[in-house]
Nanobody, 118 residues
Framework: QVQLVESGGGLVRPGGSLRLSCEAS????????MGWYRQPPGQQRDFFAS???????NVADSVKGRVSISRDSAKNAVHLQMNNLKSEDTGVYYC????????????WGQGTQVTVSS
C-alpha cells in the first residue's frame, strides 16, 4: 500500500503560479508512474500530468506550456509547477501513483484544493 500526501494547494490570483508536491510512503523508484489528476467543481476527475519511472512525461493538452512535473527521488516526491493559472484550473488536485506487479495498482492521495480567483 502506497500512501501519498499532497501539499501546496491554496488560493491564487489569475496569472499566478503554484507548486504542488506529493510525497510517497515508499521509494518512487519502484513506482511505474506518478502524476496528478484534477477534479473541477461538479465535474469528473481528469488526467493532468504524469512522470514515468524512467523520466517520460505526459501533460494534458489543455495545460501544455503552463505546467511542468518533476521527480525528487531523494525525497520520494513529485512536484507539479503550474504557471499562468486560470479560473478553470480551480479544483481538487489528486496525486496518483501507479505500481505494476502482477497487474496495475493505482493509489491516491486525499487531494489538495486549488482555487484561482481574484
Amino acid at each position: 500500500q502506497v500512501q501519498l500526501v499532497e501539499s501546496g494547494g491554496g488560493l491564487v490570483r489569475p496569472g499566478g503560479s503554484l507548486r504542488l508536491s506529493c510525497e510517497a510512503s515508499e521509494s518512487i523508484e519502484i513506482l511505474f508512474a506518478m502524476g496528478w489528476y484534477r477534479q473541477p467543481p461538479g465535474q469528473q476527475r481528469d488526467f493532468f500530468a504524469s512522470i514515468l519511472r524512467y523520466g517520460g512525461i505526459n501533460v494534458a493538452d489543455s495545460v501544455k506550456g503552463r505546467v511542468s512535473i518533476s521527480r525528487d527521488s531523494a525525497k520520494n516526491a513529485v512536484h507539479l509547477q503550474m504557471n499562468n493559472l486560470k479560473s478553470e484550473d480551480t479544483g481538487v488536485y489528486y496525486c496518483n501513483a501507479v505500481k505494476i506487479i502482477t497487474g496495475r495498482y493505482d493509489y491516491w492521495g486525499q487531494g489538495t484544493q486549488v482555487t484561482v480567483s481574484s
